[in-house]
């Protein structure tokens, strides 16, 4: 069973638009963390956000924000004011505590934002 | 700070040669990871150490692979025949602990092309 699931192979979004890629994850240990990377076409891996299982609050960093639903297991990425330079392709990732080390990401959704 | 450097950043080599890729972690971080990009399988997992020690390497696709780390400050993959199947882009991260909460801060990895 896929443990990281991005059903949005590509999206497409208005410049200075907002715009949500949909994650959702599958684990049964009460403690984990949530990770959002970027890929760009020069193709390094950028660290954008994480959320950790406990915490209260919704992730945000600058423009990025993270919808964490935890009941439903979702933890989708929120770009605000959307930039020609968010184009990329975007990856959710997971680490369960019981799996140390383990850093499993889902296929990714290709964003491209419209002048 | 240097984030992770990872060398050669293109390697193209033929079919039954041997293949080294390089990296060099963030200083300080004492968690070393090696994952391997392909359109098929998406980004995965190798291997990983802790203080130079590898921890888990069940992700190593075959005995054709080896990694080490024999000091802190570096690392490296080696393929020994490459294959064509082996074209991929290799990334190295780094991070501090190995806990859901760290992150893992990925070099601009090596594209590999076996011919």
């Known amino acids: 069973a896929q443990k990281i699931t991005q059903t949005q192979p590509g999206m497409f979004v208005q410049e200075k638009e907002a715009v949500t890629l949909d994650c959702t994850y599958d684990t049964s240990d009460p403690s984990y963390g949530l990770f959002w990377y970027k890929q760009p076409s020069s193709g390094e891996m950028i660290f954008l956000i994480y959320?950790?299982?406990?915490?209260?609050q919704n992730a945000t960093e600058g423009r990025y924000s993270l919808n964490f639903q935890k009941a439903r297991k979702s933890a989708n990425l929120v770009i605000s004011a959307s930039q020609l330079g968010d184009s990329a392709m975007y990856f959710c990732?997971?680490?369960?505590?019981?799996?140390?080390?383990?850093?499993?990401f889902g296929q990714g959704t290709t964003l491209q934002v419209k002048p | 700070d240097a984030g992770v450097i990872q060398s050669p950043r293109h390697e193209v080599t033929e079919m039954g040669q041997e293949v080294t890729l390089r990296c060099k972690p963030i200083s300080g971080h004492d968690y070393l990871f090696w994952y391997r990009q392909t359109m098929m399988r998406g980004l995965e997992l190798l291997i990983y150490?802790?203080?130079?020690?590898?921890?888990?390497d069940s992700g190593m696709p075959e005995d054709r692979f080896s990694a080490k780390m024999p000091n802190a400050s570096f690392s490296t993959l080696k393929i020994q025949p490459s294959e064509p199947r082996d074209s991929a882009v290799y990334f190295c991260a780094s991070s501090t602990r190995t806990l859901s909460t760290d992150t893992q801060y990925f070099g601009p990895g090596t594209r590999l092309t076996v011919l």
């Open positions: 990732a997971m680490k369960e505590v019981s799996n140390t080390g383990k850093l499993i």
């Open positions: 150490f802790n203080n130079n020690v590898p921890i888990d």
């Open positions: 959320q950790g299982s406990y915490d209260q």
